[in-house]
């Protein structure tokens, strides 16, 4: 796979997920270095044909998948303050994606390296000519990176590719109205015609954009709305897991079905908060709605 030209001086390196290359001031900076064993040589050997080397690496935020190979793109690497700790302690990320220590070999992208933050940053900073914009819901400090000259956002897991959330039914988030309030605050860009850039998925623009956003949001809400319906018996949030896939009509793998429990955790918390659902004990922990 070769770079394809976005912009001026702006560059995308595909994958899943993708990774942005803005040259500033004569050297390449890349957002989400990603994964993969020999994904740090292809970054590398791309770039050489630019004549450049990487001069700095951002992250939109600590997940594995986004900063595997960090370490070996010897490059200072910038977080958000939220996911300092999530980027730097292998537990961490794990506690995050998973909701405790995962089982060793269970995550596609879990890994017990460090990785070492450089700097950090918050969101309305401008670093290396790309904004730090606020889209999180994903992650605690999920990051956009615009380069307002050539009209792009790179935004990071805050939106999905169609593909990608019809494989996995319901989307990975921590906190669903925060989720939605990004993916509202990225109708706006796409309204001023900006290029959008979701890590896992194509690059989408104007009316294809808004599509794309549009069922990020009905996918949350249907989500939510599918739980109260399923609710009306009570269930264990495993048994939820695995009756939102059905519903979905996508395979319960084990990994699948223990990742969703992170996401339904969220949409739970929030129901319970507004009065919607109730725990009881029935031979384990149950949920139903009021």
């Known amino acids: 796979m070769a770079l394809k030209n976005i912009g001026e001086g702006l560059y995308l390196y595909p994958g899943s997920p993708s990774t942005l290359i803005k040259i500033y001031e004569g050297k390449a900076v890349i957002a989400d270095p990603g994964q993969g064993s020999g994904r740090h040589k292809d970054l590398k050997r791309e770039i050489r044909k630019l004549n ?25 690497l910038f977080a958000h303050r939220f996911e300092f700790s999530i980027v730097e302690s292998p537990l961490n990320r794990e506690i995050l994606t998973f909701g405790s220590k995962a089982p060793r070999g269970f995550l596609v992208s879990q890994f017990e390296g460090e990785v070492k933050v450089h700097g950090i940053f918050e969101w309305d900073d401008v670093l290396f ?48 109205d925060l989720f ?71 395979s319960p793998t084990p990994q699948l079905l223990a990742l969703n429990l992170v996401p ?22 149950k949920w139903k709605v009021l």
Request: charged share 30%; proline share 4%.
């Open 52 to 76: 450049l080397k990487i001069h700095a690496q951002l992250t939109t935020h600590g997940h594995a998948d986004h900063v595997k190979v960090a370490p070996k793109l010897e490059a200072p």
């Open 180 to 250: 939605k309030d990004s993916i509202k605050e990225l109708q706006h860009y796409a309204e001023e015609g900006l290029l959008l850039i979701p890590s896992h998925g194509k690059a989408v623009k104007g009316k294809e954009a808004l599509e794309l956003l549009e069922f990020n949001l009905s996918r949350v809400e249907e989500v939510e709305s599918r739980i109260l319906e399923l609710l009306k018996e009570p269930m264990s949030i495993d048994k939820l897991a695995y009756r939102l896939s059905e519903y979905f009509g996508v």
């Open 129 to 176: 000519g790309l904004k730090a914009v606020k889209l999180n819901g994903h992650s605690p400090g999920m990051t956009g990176f615009l380069d307002e000259e050539n009209s792009v956002l790179y935004a990071g897991d805050s939106f999905f590719g169609e593909r990608v959330l019809k494989s996995v039914g319901v989307p990975y988030l921590i906190d669903p």
């Open 264 to 285: 339904l955790r969220a949409f739970m918390a929030k129901l319970y908060n507004e009065g919607k659902i109730e725990a009881l004990v029935d031979k384990g922990l």
